[in-house]
């Protein structure tokens, strides 16, 4: 079945980095757009970037920009998403999703936790 | 940047009542919307998009309408499983925008 698993959340403090995966399966992968969406304790829903489905654009929440990258592996059927520079504001549950431009998210990931804290 | 404006945060309500949630954008987004509903501990669920087309598999008590910069949610008939978290998101091929969210509760 479609199914978007995340993984690759832990503890870190801050300053440092991390590195988050997104294993895609079940659907075409290279055919489809992807993001990651977060989501601090108790919040709502916050964007964090859009990757291309050929990986020729990415763009970023202004939160996140020059500090995390979006990048892709079609061959992996992999998303990742490179967090530097992590602040305690960037504590949330991180979700991979696919995206269909005139459609929106479709499928949805559980998520993998980010904790920032010395 | 779009920002967009849910209304109301909370609304208490009952079972078999109908809802509306509002959702405006600071600009006119055309009809590049989208709802969503998360449970608590879920990931979102996509309800509607393109503000009114129903998402397959999606119950037809949903709807949406709305477009420019003023967009709908309406829920017929509340279901107990209906009782969730709703969002609205605008998007195009660069950019995503979250409403800050609807929560409904059992009045």
């Known amino acids: 079945q479609v199914q978007l698993v995340e993984s690759g959340g832990g503890v870190v403090q801050p300053g440092r980095s991390l590195r988050l995966s997104c294993a895609a399966s079940g659907f075409a992968f290279r055919s489809y757009g992807m993001h990651w969406v977060r989501q601090a304790p108790g919040k709502g829903l916050e964007w964090v970037a859009i990757?291309?489905?050929?990986?020729?654009?990415?763009y970023y929440a202004d939160s996140v920009k020059g500090r995390f990258t979006i990048s892709r592996d079609n061959s992996k059927n992999t998303l990742y998403l490179q967090m530097n520079s992590l602040r305690a504001e960037d504590t949330a549950l991180y979700c991979c999703?696919?995206?269909?431009?005139?459609?929106?998210?479709?499928?949805w990931g559980q998520g993998t936790t980010v904790t920032v804290s010395s | 940047d779009i920002q967009m404006t849910q209304s109301p945060s909370t609304l208490s309500t009952s079972v078999g009542d109908r809802v509306t949630i509002t959702c405006r954008a600071s600009?006119?987004?055309?009809?590049?919307l989208a709802w969503y509903q998360q449970r608590p501990g879920k990931a979102p669920k996509l309800l509607i998009y393109k503000a009114s087309s129903l998402e397959s598999g999606v119950p037809s008590r949903f709807s949406g309408s709305g477009s420019g910069t003023e967009f709908t949610l309406t829920i017929n008939s509340l279901q107990p499983d209906d009782f969730a978290t709703y969002y609205c998101q605008h998007y195009n091929s660069y950019s995503v925008t979250f409403g800050q969210g609807t929560k409904l509760e059992i009045k």
């Open positions: 600009q006119s987004i055309s009809g590049w």
């Open positions: 990757i291309w489905y050929d990986g020729s654009n990415e």
């Open positions: 999703a696919r995206g269909i431009i005139d459609h929106g998210m479709d499928v």
